[in-house]
């Protein structure tokens, strides 16, 4: 259960408008996981196959309750517009509601309209970090405006406003010769375990008899404590679904100024292309005091993070005992965990045509994504499914997989680093097509002709777990993947 779901139940309108990492297919959309309304992006980041084709921030195409369409102008504006709105109307009908609102900027690719970068440049920073900081200013500025609408409409003193990060920085300003922040005196970067990896801002807007005046609270919190606070401030029921119990605790009694908030041990892994879950792989112990960080079960290293805030002075050999027991509490939490891995295949079922697609648009413009396209799926609705095998997606328009692609022009938008569709998409002599289903030992040849958008082949699929792999061929023999597949249940 995620934390929409709780906000559902309580009778909240939900909105979600911006990049969502969990999911691109049925039932992992967020229309599937308890939002009503849904603006955003594929499940992937700028450039990759499953995010919407040749989208570059600017006049973007978008995911909308699981229909794609196109909007006018900056995605960061976009998502904003789409999130007032969405709260005008909730309280236009008297509805309560939740949105989350996770913007995808500041990220590489940061591109942004050249008259943004100048204030930047003019103040002597390079390119990358001029489109950070002005990636960074779109947001604070629509923040404003996300504000005075709640004050306009007199939802202040009835609203919690909260703003945080998902990790640290893509693009820290390092103090020379060393992995240090030279402003936030933090270690490391986003992706790593050091405290520049992790450790974010966070703030919060609200009633003043809710929250107390404005202050800074400096006990050792987390995300996890946020959901069991919304459940004890706003009195959600926990959804008939939940099973497992929540980690973090209420954040209800600092905002009083109670100071009965005792010290817990918490943990973190970074394991992105790890085959997991495993441990000890880029694991993490913390407390308010200590951090003790895993690269693998023989190699550790022990930080007293209130002495050493850049994680400097490694205590693993000095502090024997705080070692040992930090250790053990890890011992603890992984014996504690469920370790069978959640399936990762994509779903094919009667309530949503399934995307799938493979390598970077970059590369599929370039044809260079492999020879072949597998994939495992589950079946969970037995039926004929039409398998449609693509080289362009279905939103680039009516274009035939034998031809090529100009590059796309965006004048309004500033290229940062790489676009995909700033380069030429190339044309192939392809012939046919072949789908191959190992479980049966079958391989099925269709002819392309000039003009043929797709090639389709009708399966009749069992529930159950499925696995198949395509191929284009062209004149010459070879073979290469197709980048886009789709499948949909016919009857």
């Known amino acids: 259960m995620i934390m929409p779901q709780y906000f559902k139940t309580a009778g909240y309108q939900t909105g979600m408008f911006g990049k969502w990492h969990l999911g691109g297919n049925y039932p992992r959309r967020p229309m599937d996981r308890g939002f009503d309304h849904w603006v955003g992006l594929g499940n992937g980041g700028l450039g990759i196959s499953d995010d919407l084709w040749d989208n570059d921030r600017m006049n973007d ?16 504006d976009v998502y904003f517009k789409e999130a007032i709105s969405f709260a005008q109307k909730a309280k236009t009908k008297n509805n309560p509601f939740f949105i989350y609102l996770p913007t995808n900027v500041p990220h590489r690719d940061n591109n942004v309209p050249s008259a943004w970068l100048t204030p930047y440049l003019d103040a002597g920073c390079n390119l990358d970090q001029a489109a950070f900081y ?43 010769g060393t992995d240090i922040d030279r402003i936030s005196g933090m270690r490391g970067m986003k992706g790593k375990l050091y405290e520049g990896g992790h450790r974010v801002p966070c703030f919060i807007r609200g009633p003043e008899e809710v929250l107390g005046k404005p202050r ?103 502090n024997p005992k705080m070692l040992k027991h930090l250790q053990k509490a890890y011992e603890e939490f992984w014996d504690s965990l469920d370790h069978e891995e959640a399936s990762q295949r994509p779903i094919l079922s009667r309530h949503a045509t399934t995307h799938l697609s493979k390598g970077w648009q970059r590369q599929i413009r370039q044809a260079k994504i492999g ?15 039409r398998i449609e095998i693509r080289r362009w997606p279905r939103e680039a328009g009516k274009i035939p ?10 004048p309004d938008i500033q290229f940062i680093g790489g676009k995909s569709g700033d380069i030429k998409g190339v044309a192939l002599d392809i012939e046919s097509v072949e789908l191959t ?15 043929d ?39």
């Open 437 to 451: 289903t190992p479980q049966n030992r079958k391989t099925i040849k269709r002819k392309v002709s000039s003009g």
């Open 61 to 76: 195409r978008y995911w909308q309750n699981g229909e794609v369409v196109s909007k006018e102008g900056f995605c960061t």
């Open 134 to 176: 002005a990636g960074i200013e779109r947001v604070d500025l629509n923040m404003g405006r996300l504000m005075k609408f709640l004050d306009q409409e007199n939802l202040t003193d009835s609203t919690l406003l909260l703003f945080l990060t998902d990790n640290g920085s893509i693009l820290p300003q390092r103090k020379p």
């Open 216 to 318: 800074d609270i400096d006990p050792f919190t987390a995300h996890l404590d946020l959901l069991p606070t919304f459940i004890e401030l706003c009195g959600l029921a926990k959804p008939a679904q939940t099973i497992h119990s929540l980690d973090g605790r209420s954040l209800l009694t600092l905002f009083q100024g109670k100071k009965t908030w005792q010290d817990r041990t918490l943990f973190l892994h970074h394991q992105n292309g790890v085959k997991g879950p495993q441990k000890y792989e880029e694991a993490a112990v913390l407390t308010s005091h200590w951090r003790l960080i895993y690269h693998s079960e023989k190699e550790y290293e022990l930080y007293q993070i209130k002495e050493d805030p850049s994680q400097q002075i490694d205590l693993s050999a000095e």
């Open 453 to 491: 958008e797709a090639v389709s082949f009708d399966l009749n699929l069992s529930k159950g777990d499925f696995e198949f792999s395509a191929s284009m061929i062209l004149a010459n023999g070879q073979k290469m993947a197709p980048a886009y597949i789709y499948a949909t249940v016919l009857h």
């Open 371 to 385: 020879n072949r396209s597998a994939w495992e799926v589950e079946v969970a609705d037995s039926g004929t499914y």
């Open 401 to 410: 997989m034998q031809s090529g692609l100009p590059p796309a022009q965006e």
